[in-house]
Structure formats: C-alpha cells, structure tokens
C-alpha cells in the first residue's frame, strides 16, 4: 500500500527553528512536496525535492533522502504567521498527501 | 493569470441527494485533480482528469464520480449522499510534467450533508 507519516502536531516558539518529517511508503516515486494550508483557505506550494539533499527557499528548506523514504521540512526564523498545517506528499503517478502537521506559534 | 475556480463554494444538503460541483484551472493547464479534506484525514485524492481522459482514480466508492470538458474545466458529481460526504473538496490544476507536478489549488467547496 501507500502511507506518509507526519506527526499530527508540532510546537515551537517565535524565533525559533522547527523540524517537520515525513515518511513514506509508496509504489512509485518521482520526488516529495511540501505544501502549507492556512485555515479556512487553500494548500499552496512551498518545495519540492527529486533529488536527495536538502533545497532551500528562504526561510524555508526541505530535505530527502530516497534511500531512507524521508524528508523534513525546516522552517527557520518563526513568525506568527507560519502557524499553519503542513502536508507532504509524494509524486508518484498521482500526487499523495500525508494527514498533515499542525504548527502552533507560542509567542 | 488567474487562479483555479470553484463553484459553489458553499452547498447544503439532504441525505439521498446527488451534487455536482466545478473547477475551472488555471489558463493552459490541463490536468485537474479532485480531493476530499476532512478534519484528521488530510487530503485524500478522488481522481485526476488529463486532456478530458480520467488518468487517476482513489479509492472512494462508484458514487464519486468526474469529467473534464474540452476547454479543461472539471466537474465533479456525487450521487446519493451520505453524512460521511460532508467535507472540504479541493480541486488542483498542473501542468502535468512529471516529476514536479505543483498541484495549484482551488478555494474549494465546502459540502454540508445533512
């Protein structure tokens, strides 16, 4: 079968760096995504990984390794406004996403 | 260029009732795939259209069903709705390159089922 395995919560403070994992088992593989939803509204693209290493956009950075089945996500620098939900997902022939990780801000 | 569409963005309904709701892409994109969000669940995919073609398909029952026009939009029907099929239904349109593939999401539409 297929699963991505993220944990469902994470905390962190304003400020500070946060570490998001994500595992997964599936059939096929071209690369791992990371998306970011705030509630009420729509899951917008942050990164994508085909290759093993780690990519970095600003503030953000995600890494993978395909010999392991797994990537993280980094989010540096903490602002309010990153308190979101965060899925990862796989491009296999279609695109799976995981359950996804909800980021709580303490100020 | 403008985002992807959807409409109704809102709908309530009663038990037994069918629905179809409809997603435009974005300009140029031809493929549009369809997810059901719910609380705990994440986003699980329904299927995927590609140049009017179903390329895709999830596990959710013969009930959920799609078609894609020749201009790319997309609709997605429900027939004999169920309080389960209360959720969040996204559509996304990519380009369809492989590898990449960004999913460029709608607003969805929220389905109440009462």
């Known amino acids: 079968g297929q699963s991505l395995e993220q944990p469902s919560e994470v905390t962190a403070v304003e400020g500070a760096i946060v570490q998001i994992n994500c595992t997964y088992q599936?059939?096929?593989?071209?690369?791992l995504s990371w998306y970011q939803q705030h509630d009420g509204g729509a899951p917008t693209f942050l990164s994508y990984?085909?290759?093993?290493g780690l990519e970095e956009t600003g503030r953000f950075s995600s890494f993978l390794s395909r010999s392991d089945s797994y990537g993280y996500l980094l989010l540096q620098e903490l602002q309010m406004k990153d308190s979101a939900s965060y899925f990862c997902a796989v491009n296999d022939d279609k695109i799976i996403f995981g359950k996804g990780t909800r980021l709580h801000i303490l100020p | 260029k403008a985002g992807v569409t959807q409409t109704p963005r809102y709908l309530i309904k009663t038990r037994g009732q069918q629905v179809t709701l409809s997603c435009s892409p974005i300009?140029?994109?031809?493929?549009v795939s369809w997810y059901q969000q719910t609380p705990g669940q994440g986003l699980q995919f329904l299927f995927e259209y590609f140049s009017e073609t179903q390329r895709n398909k999830g596990n959710f029952p013969g009930r959920f069903s799609g078609r894609q026009f020749s201009n790319s939009r997309s609709e997605m029907n429900v027939s004999t709705l169920e309080l389960g099929d209360s959720a969040l239904y996204l559509c996304?349109?990519?380009?369809?390159?492989?590898?990449?593939?960004?999913?460029?999401f709608g607003p969805g539409t929220r389905l109440t089922v009462l």
């Open positions: 300009s140029g994109h031809r493929s």
């Open positions: 990984n085909g290759l093993d």
């Open positions: 599936t059939s096929g593989f071209y690369g």
């Open positions: 996304a349109s990519s380009l369809r390159e492989e590898g990449t593939d960004t999913q460029y």
